[in-house]
Every structure is written in structure tokens, then in C-alpha cells.
């Protein structure tokens, strides 16, 4: 006889450890499949300098909290070794890496599949993230560039680009950040759709999440709320923002209207040789493992309550932003989306 599951997460980052830490505590028969070769998820891939925006005491997944860090902000090392540490701690069970090709509902079951395995489960949390599906916007002429084009998620460090010619495109904390660091040694041009807005020096993560909660709970509580009291903006002012900002590279320009095979063409006509691109322009929801289930709607997202899909029982979404979860992208705020859909779970199983 299968092994039968009563839930296969999906995933092994942030969200999946803390999912595991509640399937833990309800003593569910769980198991993560991660399709990385070791603990720590993205966070693997991401660029060597990134951190945090909040101390480590404001970036602890439940039950533990992250160690002190170096820094002011946890470093990507840091954070990578407690979520290696995390999961040792609680011994999850966690195959790897298994990479799911596809999840399917058959004769009251889901079978979760990989290239060498199906896996039997009663109910499916599927925590994958976001970072498998870099979002790069079409731009005319794009495939006629010839130089180097690369998405913040292919980034790593600014040497390949010293003394280049580099935009950095998009207006969110990694195209602030990326453009920090490379400005440092290359001929970079920030281009944004907009000017970009910069929060407070003393706004980091803690505040973002103390407000964003607050106004969470007044509206769950039918209050009014007074968005003026909220700070506004999308640059955190970590260190090397304030760095670049000292040396006066944080500012922007509009878009280009298209590439040619050297450059790109600006909307004045004026033609600009540019030796890389990168583009820092955010990513989609990395769900392609759940087509079979015929869920998505045009823009991949799937209708939830929560982090209960509605349109098939037993299966749960957890951090992939805020329409699954109030602030469940984030380490401290994916465990009270992870508590909630375990605690569905369990109600779940004893209805089946």
C-alpha cells in the first residue's frame, strides 16, 4: 500500500517551515518536498549583499526567534543559516530536492508528482513563493539587443559590471538597492515608470509591519481607517541606499521606447549605447505545478479565502503576498497565515 500523506507542502522556504512548525505541533503525517539541494530556500539565489529591512528579533518565523545579527538588518548568510537551523531544530521532514511537476485530484486523493515520484495526500499546501517566475516587461526591439540582459534574481554582485554602461530598471527595494552597489562601479541610469518616493530614514521593516497591522485589524474590526497616518513610499532607506544617496546616484528617469542592437532608444529619439540591462521588475506566482487543477485566472492568481482556495477543497496557498495572507511574504508575518491554514487543516481532515 502508498504511503498516504494528510498534507504535502510545497516548497521549503520561509512559508513551507512555518507551515511545518504548526503540522508539527497538531502531530499531522506531513512532509515537504523542496526543490533546492539544501535548507534555505531563494534566499540561496538572491544577490550576495542583500538583507532584511528589520532587526532580527522582527524577522523570526513561530517558535523561534532569529538570532542577533551582525549588522543592523540580518545578512543573507545569517538568514539563510536559521532557516537551515529552523528546520533542524523541529526535524521536519523534508525530501530534497524534488522538484513538483504537477498535482492532480483523483478518486478523493491528490497526487502530487514529481519526475520520479507521486506523492498520496488528503491535502496540499502549496508554498512556493514567487522567485521561479521572473517577470522581465516586453520592450520593442528587445530581441535584437546584443548585449547582456539579466533579471535582479540572475544578480549577484556588481563586479562583472565595473566600468559599464548599465540601466537598472524598476522602482522597488531591489532596483534601489542594485543600483547602490553597481553604481559604485559602473555608468548606471535608474529608469523607473515613475519617480520614485523614499520612506523616512527611521522607517524599517518594524514600523511597515507595526502599521500594516494595525490598519489590518482596524478594518478587520470594521473601523475606519485613516490612510494619512501610514507612511508612504517603496524605498526602505537601508544602509547602502543611504550610501548612494550621499553620493548623489538616487535619482531616475523615464523608460526608453526600445532597444536597438547596441542600446536603447529614448522617447527624444536620442540613441544610448548600453553594455547590460538589468531588470529589478518584481516577479509572478510560481503556481504552474497546480494547471492540472484548472485554477488560475489571467493574471495566475487562484480565488482564495485566506489561504483556502475556494474552488478546491483541501488545497491551501500560503506567501504569496497579501491576497493570501496578510503580510504572509514576509518572515514574521507568514506565521499567522501558517497557524490559520493548519488549524483549517485539521478541520478539514476531521470532516473527510
Known amino acids: 500500500m502508498q504511503e498516504i500523506f494528510d498534507t504535502v507542502v510545497i516548497g521549503g522556504g520561509q512559508s513551507a517551515l512555518a507551515c511545518a512548525y504548526y503540522l508539527r505541533r497538531a502531530k499531522l503525517h506531513y512532509i515537504l518536498l523542496d526543490d533546492q539541494p539544501a535548507p534555505g530556500a531563494s534566499w540561496r539565489k538572491y544577490w550576495d549583499s542583500l538583507t532584511l529591512f528589520s532587526p532580527a528579533a522582527f524577522s523570526s518565523l513561530p517558535g523561534w526567534l532569529m538570532p542577533e545579527s551582525q549588522g543592523a538588518f540580518p545578512s543573507r548568510k545569517e538568514v539563510i543559516n536559521y532557516l537551515t537551523r529552523y528546520e533542524q531544530r523541529y526535524e521536519f521532514p523534508v525530501e530534497r530536492p524534488v522538484l513538483v511537476e504537477e498535482v492532480c485530484f483523483r478518486e478523493g486523493l491528490f497526487e502530487v508528482k514529481s519526475a520520479d515520484k507521486t506523492y498520496l495526500t488528503r491535502t496540499v499546501v502549496s508554498a512556493t513563493g514567487t522567485f521561479r517566475k521572473p517577470f522581465i516587461p516586453a520592450y520593442p526591439g528587445a530581441d535584437t539587443f546584443q548585449n547582456q540582459q539579466l533579471h535582479s534574481s540572475e544578480y549577484k554582485n556588481p563586479e562583472p559590471f565595473l566600468n559599464k554602461r548599465v540601466l537598472v530598471v524598476g522602482s522597488g527595494n531591489s532596483g534601489a538597492q542594485i543600483l547602490a552597489e553597481v553604481s559604485k562601479v559602473a555608468n548606471t541610469t535608474w529608469v523607473t515608470l515613475d519617480e520614485v518616493t523614499f520612506l523616512p530614514d527611521d522607517v524599517d521593516g ?73 531588470w529589478c521588475t518584481g516577479f509572478g506566482y510560481a503556481l504552474d505545478h497546480l494547471d492540472c487543477l484548472q485554477l488560475k485566472d489571467q493574471k495566475g492568481k487562484i480565488e482564495v479565502e485566506g489561504t483556502r482556495v475556494k474552488q478546491k477543497a483541501g488545497l491551501w496557498l500560503v506567501g504569496y503576498g497579501n491576497w493570501t495572507g496578510f503580510a504572509s511574504g514576509t518572515l514574521i508575518g507568514v506565521g499567522r497565515s501558517a497557524r490559520q491554514t493548519v488549524a483549517e487543516i485539521q478541520s478539514y481532515l476531521q470532516q473527510v
Not at 497591522?213 to 473601523?223: D, E, F, I, L, V
Not at 550621499?246 to 531616475?252: A, E, I, P
Not at 528617469?253 to 538589468?278: C, H, L, M, S
Open 206 to 278: 518594524r514600523v511597515l509591519f507595526d502599521q500594516a497591522t494595525a490598519r489590518y485589524y482596524a478594518m478587520q474590526h470594521g473601523k475606519e481607517v485613516n490612510t494619512s497616518q501610514f507612511h508612504v513610499g517603496n524605498i526602505v532607506m537601508v544602509p547602502p541606499v543611504k550610501e548612494a544617496r550621499s553620493r548623489g546616484v538616487l535619482h531616475t528617469v523615464r523608460p526608453f521606447q526600445r532597444f536597438y542592437e547596441e542600446g536603447v532608444v529614448w522617447t527624444n529619439g536620442q540613441k544610448e549605447p548600453v553594455d547590460a540591462v538589468i
